[in-house]
């Protein structure tokens, strides 16, 4: 199958059988997370895994009591940098730079010029900044789960301020933007699973200027 067929084939699961995703998938949708586009390469935000059933547990009433919570077998925190420094900036070009075999200046240029837009804004706009590259690695996580006949359930429906304090992320100088549980459907006892996929149609979703 390609691509769009594995998009028409995924849906948002709302039931879940508690059936284990097998390693190899679960790393490979993470692999396509890792390898997202973002924003000057920052990558700035951290995708936590969590596959343990107290924790799990203590997620549900966070997310309004959600059952796919509990009855993934993984579920994936996106959680966005709370701000940029020119420490975090510094760390990612120096490693770029050393990986690429670079000269230690070759990349100062283009640092000093991104941290000086940045250091102009305020917090929440970077916050914000962040949280909408995290949602590139969040969408090709999906296709890469549909990909792999694994269910994935996107989610914004949570206390953010609850999960990030459950998680311990201010900590980490994170912040919870999005979750996606992973695992398989319960075709028996999920109320959508057969439900026809509906979407815009294209000559009102797509506006082409000649």
Same mark, same amino acid.
């Given at each position: 199958?390609?691509?769009?067929?594995?998009?028409?084939?995924?849906?948002?699961?709302?039931?879940?059988?508690?059936?284990?995703?097998?390693?190899?998938?679960?790393?490979?949708?993470?692999?396509?997370?890792?390898?997202?586009?973002?924003?000057?390469?920052?990558?700035?935000?951290?995708?936590?895994?969590?596959?343990?059933?107290?924790?799990?547990?203590?997620?549900?009433?966070?997310?309004?009591?959600?059952?796919?919570?509990?009855?993934?077998?993984?579920?994936?925190?996106? /959680? =966005?940098?709370?701000?940029?420094?020119?420490? %975090?900036? @510094?760390?990612?070009? *120096?490693? +770029? !730079?050393?990986?690429? &075999?670079?000269?230690?200046?070759?990349?100062?240029?283009?640092?000093?010029?991104?941290?000086?837009?940045?250091?102009?804004?305020?917090?929440?706009?970077?916050?914000?900044?962040?949280?909408?590259?995290?949602?590139?690695?969040?969408?090709?996580?999906?296709?890469?789960?549909?990909?792999?006949?694994?269910?994935?359930?996107?989610?914004?429906?949570?206390?953010? /301020? =609850?999960?990030?304090?459950?998680?311990?992320? %201010?900590? @980490?100088?994170?912040? *919870?933007? +999005? !979750?996606?549980?992973? &695992?398989?459907?319960?075709?028996?006892?999920?109320?959508?699973?057969?439900?026809?996929?509906?979407?815009?149609?294209?000559?009102?979703?797509?506006?082409?200027?000649?």
């Amino acid at each position: 199958m390609n691509l769009n067929d594995n998009l028409k084939w995924r849906y948002a699961t709302k039931k879940m059988n508690g059936k284990a995703v097998p390693e190899e998938k679960l790393q490979y949708i993470l692999e396509a997370a890792q390898l997202a586009p973002s924003s000057s390469g920052l990558q700035p935000y951290s995708v936590l895994v969590i596959s343990n059933k107290v924790l799990k547990e203590k997620m549900k009433p966070i997310a309004w009591d959600q059952s796919q919570l509990t009855d993934a077998s993984h579920v994936l925190v996106f /959680a =966005a940098w709370e701000n940029y420094t020119e420490e %975090k900036i @510094k760390e990612v070009f *120096s490693r +770029t !730079i050393k990986e690429r &075999g670079l000269p230690e200046t070759a990349m100062d240029a283009y640092r000093e010029r991104l941290w000086g837009m940045y250091s102009q804004m305020p917090e929440e706009w970077h916050f914000h900044h962040a949280a909408k590259q995290a949602y590139i690695a969040f969408g090709l996580a999906i296709a890469a789960a549909a990909e792999q006949k694994v269910d994935a359930t996107p989610m914004e429906g949570f206390d953010a /301020a =609850a999960m990030d304090e459950l998680l311990n992320l %201010k900590e @980490k100088g994170l912040r *919870s933007v +999005t !979750i996606l549980p992973l &695992g398989y459907r319960d075709e028996n006892n999920d109320w959508l699973v057969n439900m026809k996929k509906v979407r815009t149609p294209k000559d009102k979703f797509f506006i082409e200027l000649n």
